[in-house]
């Protein structure tokens, strides 16, 4: 059974806290280490199977960041990102050629701040695209962030999570020479 769009929704409007404790990890990914902050998301009081919120912040990069809201599906080990804000990405990112005409084959050059909420990926009978392309679709954001505290803010504002400021900032320790 794959993620419903009814459930989508709920998920993604709902009220919500994330449960600590609010553990930052170094993690690799592509050649690169990576601060990495996973939370499970209580939703509307109750705390839903599969429900994170992520937060990635690069260590060579560290005002390049990326926050999450996934749902996984019921029965595999797919990621449906419903929300993520990519703040002064590395890379561009193409829309692909679907959705509504103000987004449709978009490019956002690096470096400009864009999120991808899953309503701009559905498909035209309503349901919702599998794992990644739940949210392929971006808009650019044209608010700047001068801190991690600013970036978080707006996203926790957005996605309805009542308690995400008590998340604090990587302590980055970058790369030592």
Excluded at 53 to 65: A, G, H, I, K, Y
Excluded at 70 to 87: G, I, K, M, Q, S
Excluded at 156 to 161: A, G
């Amino acid at each position: 059974m794959t993620l419903q769009f009814s459930d989508a929704d709920y998920i993604y409007k709902t009220e919500k806290e994330l449960i600590g404790p609010y553990i930052w990890r170094d993690e690799p990914y592509k050649n690169e280490v990576h601060d990495k902050l996973e939370s499970r998301v209580q939703v509307s009081g109750g705390v839903a199977r599969g429900v994170f919120f992520r937060v990635t912040v690069m260590l060579r990069w560290p005002d390049s960041m990326m926050f999450q809201l996934e749902c996984d599906d019921a029965l595999t080990r797919t990621h449906h990102p419903l929300y993520r804000l990519d703040v002064n990405p590395l890379a561009p990112h193409s829309n692909r050629l679907y959705g509504s005409n103000d987004i449709n084959g978009l490019f956002i050059e690096a470096g400009r701040n864009h999120e991808h909420i899953f309503y701009d990926s559905v498909k035209d009978d309503n349901t919702l695209r599998k794992g990644q392309k739940c949210a392929q679709q971006a808009r650019q954001v044209m608010k700047s962030f001068a801190k991690f505290e600013e970036a978080r803010d707006f996203v926790c504002d957005k996605l309805n999570i009542q308690n995400g400021h008590e998340i604090a900032a990587p302590t980055l320790q970058g790369y030592l020479l």
